[in-house]
T-cell receptor
């Protein structure tokens, strides 16, 4: 299993500002995933953070709005830029467990709950 | 399009059994996952099915029928701590995870 630390755990932000969320994993992983979970809704994948290359963004998400860094195999950041109230959500970092016969289950960080006023 | 359907909310009594259903329509199939998510916390892995049949793990069991695009999560001897949301997720042919919206399970004494 992987232990994932995410910070901040929560924040209240002003419209138009940007916030960077950090994700630290206790082991080296190839891919790290950033999800968004809006109240009462499903998990939505924002992007996959790859070490040594650009992040891969899902449809509807762009690098200018959600820039991602992946400087090494244990750390990643997600920035939510020029925030609006619609960005109020829980942002989750996750990694895939490939040690258990390749089931590919995900481990998640505690999440960062952002409220944009 | 790809779609995962599960009930929005269910209520059950402590000590009883509850079955949470999940139906899916995806581009290919490479496994189905169930996760538990307590309010304000991150999802945690419960079970994985890739072949038809029942997988049992303590009080929790998960069933899969690939021909029907159907799975269920069975929770026995319900405890108050089982109150949580239960998320169904399917890995498609591109190894993308498609997530259901989750079923909020309320346990009453």
């Amino acid at each position: 299993s992987a232990v994932i630390s995410q910070k901040p755990s929560r924040d209240i932000c002003q419209r138009g500002t940007s916030l960077t969320i950090q994700c630290q994993v206790d082991s080296q992983v190839t891919m790290m995933f950033w999800y968004r979970q809006q109240p009462g809704q499903s998990l939505t994948l924002i992007a996959t953070a790859n070490q040594g290359s650009e992040a891969t963004y899902e449809s509807g998400f762009v690098i200018d709005k959600f820039p991602i860094s992946r400087p090494n195999l244990t750390f990643s950041t997600l920035t939510v830029s020029n925030m609006s109230p619609e960005d109020s959500s829980i942002y989750l970092c996750s990694v895939e467990d490939l040690d258990r016969g390749n089931t590919g289950e995900l481990f998640f960080g505690e999440g960062s709950r952002l409220t944009v006023l | 399009g790809q779609n995962i359907d599960q009930p929005t909310e269910m209520t059950a009594t402590e000590g009883a059994i509850v079955q949470i259903n999940c139906t899916y329509q995806t581009s290919g199939f490479n496994g189905l996952f169930w996760y538990q998510q307590h309010a304000g916390e991150a999802p945690t892995f419960l079970s994985y099915n890739v072949l038809d049949g029942l997988e049992e793990k303590g009080r929790f069991s998960s069933f899969l029928s690939r021909s029907k695009g159907y799975s269920y999560l069975l929770l026995k001897e319900l405890q108050m701590k089982d109150s949580a949301s239960y998320l169904c997720a399917v890995r498609d042919s591109n190894y993308q995870l498609i997530w259901g919206a989750g079923t909020k399970l309320i346990i009453k004494p």
